[in-house]
């Protein structure tokens, strides 16, 4: 469907032109085969860093393209629509400039333009196997030695873990708590720094997760991100911008779901009509309209708190909530509304659903971000 936009520049129409035609020509035809081999598509992410769309909201001088979040956040969607394992890469690799973006020294900031125009595939290292919504309470250790931290633990769930060129590590150099933690940037080829085998998921085959082992890695204290003991701060600053990129890809992935329920259920004949006339049918996709029209809408105004320079983790909080849920009934939906078709492979309905899930659970669970909104009531 094509949705109806409000833009605020020019400019900015040209670059969802551009993500459109990109998501038609480089996406929409290699998805389902991508996904079915498990292959991380790393050449189709060189194509969107060349054409501009891997650091739209960064700043021009870092080889940004100083876009306001809410035209991000809507490129992101359409690259959602069209694969969203691919628009989840885009997502966790902007996540991942962030640190360095935001509280980098300028050293550090001369390796933006090679991150954000995609020639180096970042990942963030914030899980671990036993600490994942409790994130302050994590162990992985870094200790001082001479001009280098020493790292060692073990990092989970890691996108991006066995292709990314740099990593985002958060890790213990203090005592217990969100206090004790720092933010070191490690580049893949670190020795003792090893990603162990993919994960066998339910979907986002093409975007493969593992677990990350340190052993005794070496990594130069200037790569240090904005002091020892910030690194919570910018864990969860970051995941307030990243959680708005995830909400945008629920929008893209319950509307492409949508589009195809939609035509097959006015091709569809059964008792001689099209089954899209059948009310108990069609108000149901009419529900569906409606919610993904509400996340829509949720998602861009957090995104236009955040261009203002307004606090949006709240707003960001509830877009994520309510865009996976919607994500994740709209995909099932569609699944009922092809009947057993929905079930094969043959439509992607059924992949839109396993892949739905995933946004429920990453960068904080829909528990959490309930957990933020409600202490956020709590506190008045
Ligand atoms: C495909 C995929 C990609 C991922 N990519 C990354 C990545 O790139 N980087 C990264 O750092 N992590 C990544 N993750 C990890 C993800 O962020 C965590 O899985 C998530 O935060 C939940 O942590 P957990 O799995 O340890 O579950 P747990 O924290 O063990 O939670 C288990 C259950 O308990 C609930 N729960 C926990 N605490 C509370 C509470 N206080 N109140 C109510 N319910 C609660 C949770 O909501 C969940 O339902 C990824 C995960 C997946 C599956």
Redesign the pocket.
């Given at each position: 469907m094509n949705v109806d936009r409000i833009l605020p520049t020019d400019e900015a129409h040209d670059l969802l032109d551009l993500a459109t035609e990109l998501a038609d020509r480089e996406l929409a035809g290699r998805a389902a085969e991508f996904e079915q081999r498990a292959e991380f598509p790393r050449e189709v992410l060189r194509t969107l860093g060349r054409a501009g769309l891997l650091g739209l909201p960064y700043a021009e001088e870092h080889g940004g393209a100083a876009q306001p979040y809410e035209v991000y956040l809507q490129v992101l969607e359409i690259l959602a629509s069209r694969w969203l394992a691919v628009a989840?890469a885009v997502s966790?690799h902007t996540?991942?400039c962030y640190p360095v973006a935001q509280f980098g020294t300028v050293a550090q900031r001369k390796l933006l333009p090679d991150m954000i125009g995609g020639e180096l595939l970042g990942?963030?290292?914030?899980?671990?196997?036993?600490?994942?919504?409790?994130?302050a309470a994590l162990t992985t250790k870094a200790v001082r030695d001479g001009d280098d931290y020493v790292v060692s633990g073990t990092?989970?769930?890691?996108?991006?873990?066995r292709v990314a060129d740099f990593y985002n590590i958060?890790c213990r150099t203090g005592g217990p708590g969100a206090r004790g933690i720092s933010c070191l940037l490690a580049d893949r080829n670190t020795p003792g720094i090893a990603p162990q085998a993919a994960?066998r998921?339910m979907?986002?085959h093409a975007?493969p997760?593992a677990q990350i082992a340190f052993d005794e890695a070496r990594v130069p204290a200037d790569r240090l991100i904005g002091g020892e003991g910030m690194g919570f701060t910018i864990a969860m600053s970051a995941l307030d911008s990243g959680r708005l990129g995830i909400a945008a890809c629920a929008v893209g992935l319950a509307q492409a779901a949508l589009d195809y329920a939609v035509g097959y259920a006015r091709e569809r004949q059964q008792f001689g009509r099209s089954i899209i006339d059948f009310q108990g049918l069609g108000f149901g996709l009419a529900d569906a309209a409606t919610q993904i029209s509400a996340a829509r809408a949720l998602v861009l105004a957090a995104a236009r708190l955040r261009d203002a320079g307004r606090p949006y983790s709240i707003e960001a909080a509830k877009a994520k909530l309510f865009a996976t849920d919607v994500a994740m009934r709209v995909t099932t939906d569609a699944v009922q509304v092809l009947g057993g078709a929905g079930y094969v492979a043959d439509h992607p309905v059924e992949r839109y659903m396993r892949e739905a899930k995933?946004l429920q659970?990453?960068?904080?669970?829909?528990?959490?971000q309930?957990?933020v909104i409600s202490r956020a009531l709590a506190k008045g």
């Open positions: 989840e966790v996540l991942s990942a963030y290292c914030l899980s671990e196997p036993q600490g994942g919504s409790d994130a990092k989970a769930w890691i996108t991006h873990a958060f994960e998921t979907g986002l975007s997760v995933v659970i990453v960068e904080g669970t829909n528990q959490i309930r957990l």
